[in-house]
């Protein structure tokens, strides 16, 4: 029996009524219409897979691009770190050659006396300190370590007969001794860095006092370059807690108290006061430098000739 046959029995038992063959043909135009549709979204649905795999390809292509330049980009930093690890390693380098240079040229020229090795390393070492402490920027702090040990290289202009006497100068010698700051100073004159400045400043103004009554000007308190005053009284200090070829080294207290009498005299008081401080840090500079504890006091103190005159002690 075909379809329409099957109908035409529904519709003769169905009530009078229920149209069975236009139920049927409905049915087929509401499925033809669906099917219609389903194609539509079909059609719809290939399309935006198509359009989803494009854009898929796209973004993989373009995160391809970006991992290749992400990786490029890690190379340059790499290259870059490297650049400037050796630029600082170069840097360094020059600096360290550059300080070797200033030690050996002041070796060479305070060569004839004894213990001037450590003496400019000392002295180099309690300069920075006390600039440090006297709250200085970094970088005049590091000029004054550099430029310190080069306060007596006038001293290559003083015959050594004078240099390594062994007692009182005359006054014709100590003329002659004074000169030092001048050569020192023209030896030093035109530099075009600011170590080499600070050197001349000091070569020049070290024998200055705060008073007035100093060399080779005269000049007094703060009209005397701060890297002058540090280096007087460090380089005092050093002198009087070191061998000469004049005397003995004298121990630390009455050397503080040398220093502490001339303070507002030879010596910037604001400095003294710092120094004075500190002065633990400074003994402990120079038992790292001379490999010895130091003397810190003694009942008997055998003053040199020069000194006896100095401090009126005899
Ligand atoms: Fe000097
Ligand atoms: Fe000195």
């Known amino acids: 029996m075909s379809r329409l046959e099957i109908l035409d029995k ?39 897979a198509r359009e989803l795999s494009r854009l898929f390809q796209h973004s993989k292509k373009q995160r391809r691009e970006l991992a290749g330049t992400t990786s490029q980009l890690a190379r340059y930093a790499s290259d870059l770190r490297t650049t400037i690890f050796n630029l600082r390693s170069a840097h360094f380098e020059l600096q360290e050659a550059y300080r070797d240079t200033i030690f050996r040229l002041v070796l060479a020229s305070e060569y004839k006396d004894k213990d001037t090795g450590n003496h400019i390393t000392r ?38 007969s004078i240099i390594l006497k062994n007692g009182m100068l005359s006054e014709n010698e100590f003329a002659i001794v004074k000169s030092h700051t001048r050569i020192g100073a023209d030896i030093l004159e035109n530099a075009r860095g600011a170590v080499l400045k600070t050197a001349q400043t000091i070569a020049l103004s070290h024998h200055e006092h705060w008073d007035g009554t100093g060399y080779p000007q005269g000049i007094k308190k703060t009209e005397i370059p701060l890297p002058a005053r540090i280096v007087a009284l460090t380089d005092t200090f ?15 207290d009455i050397s503080c108290d040398i220093i502490r009498k001339e303070r507002g005299k030879h010596f910037d008081p604001d400095v003294v006061d710092l120094f004075l401080n500190h002065i633990d840090d400074f003994v402990s500079i ?29």
Request: aromatic fraction near 10%.
């Open 286 to 314: 120079k038992r790292e430098i001379d490999k010895k504890e130091p003397l810190y006091s003694s009942p008997q103190v055998v003053w040199s000739e020069r000194d006896l005159k100095k401090i009126g002690a005899g």
């Open 10 to 48: 529904a519709s003769e038992d169905a009530p009078a009524d229920m149209d069975f063959r236009e139920l049927y043909f409905k049915e087929m135009q509401r499925n033809s219409e669906l099917r219609f549709e389903l194609e539509l979204a079909q059609n719809q649905a290939v399309t935006f």
């Open 238 to 252: 050093d002198a009087l807690t070191s061998e000469r070829p004049y005397k003995k080294p004298y121990p630390i």
């Open 123 to 160: 002295l180099s070492r309690y300069c920075t300190l006390l600039a440090r402490r006297m709250g200085l920027p970094q970088q005049e702090v590091e000029n004054i370590s550099y430029a310190a040990p080069m306060h007596d290289v006038g001293k290559i202009g003083i015959p050594d």
